[in-house]
């Protein structure tokens, strides 16, 4: 995963508060994704970016929002976090035909 | 109903062992097929690429499509402790724009 890097790896935070989580990339690429991971439910798409400033919805994108201002970085906000949002997130770059690499995850506690 | 199909386990078998992780899927459109590896607490990596229908080998893991039957499967040969994971197939279509579609997963454990 050199090619992604995703910050923070933990974060612990209190419920109402924003949250941001950013993931970098060194690749290029046009396309890149949001998913959170939970037990029972796999990978669920949050928001997709396919170019700058270019963005739209996943299948469980209530409560967050992203931004895209350079081609490297892309941003998921919690706007006010909430318990069920505490989950692993991971970042991935690529498109459908030549598959996704995922960076590292990061691991999100909201008490 | 799910567009993908995979049986979450977790599926224990003992080291030497052959084993056998399958996807069932719904949109006949789908024409790249792959299996992800993920370990603990790490993110998924790309451990087998097919395109279309066929078998694809490399070292002790080879992939299966069949696209008639909607089926994929992932064989893995002499089973280590190191095969020890979360295997996700995924699939997509012929087109830059569309994301791939996962399974949920399958946990696989390798007993020494």
């Known amino acids: 995963d050199a090619g992604i890097t995703q910050s923070p790896r933990h974060k612990v935070t209190e419920t109402g508060t924003p949250v941001t989580l950013r993931c970098h990339q060194t690749e290029n690429h046009r396309y890149m994704y949001w998913y959170r991971q939970d037990p029972g439910h796999g990978l669920r798409l949050i928001h997709y970016s396919y170019g700058v400033k270019d963005t739209d919805k996943g299948e469980v994108s209530d409560g967050y929002s992203v931004s895209r201002s350079k081609t490297e970085d892309f941003l998921l906000t919690l706007e006010s976090a909430t318990s069920s949002q505490t989950s692993v997130y991971f970042c991935?770059?690529?498109?459908?035909?030549?598959?996704?690499?995922f960076g590292s995850g990061t691991r999100l506690t909201v008490v | 109903q799910k567009e993908v199909e995979q049986d979450p386990g977790p599926l224990s078998v003992p080291e030497g062992a052959i084993v056998s992780l399958n996807c069932t899927y719904s949109?006949?459109?789908?024409?790249?097929f792959m299996w992800y590896r993920q370990y603990s607490r790490k993110g998924p990596e790309l451990l087998m690429y097919?395109?279309?229908?066929g078998n694809k080998e490399d070292g002790r893991f080879t992939a299966q499509v069949d696209k008639s039957s909607k089926y994929i499967s992932l064989f893995i040969r002499d089973s280590q402790p190191s095969d020890s994971a979360t295997y996700l197939c995924?699939?997509?279509?012929?087109?830059?724009?569309?994301?791939?579609?996962f399974g949920g997963g399958t946990r696989l454990m390798v007993k020494p």
């Open positions: 949109n006949s459109a789908f024409q790249y």
């Open positions: 995924a699939m997509g279509v012929n087109n830059a724009g569309n994301m791939l579609t």
């Open positions: 991935a770059t690529g498109t459908g035909n030549y598959g996704y690499t």
């Open positions: 097919t395109y279309s229908s």
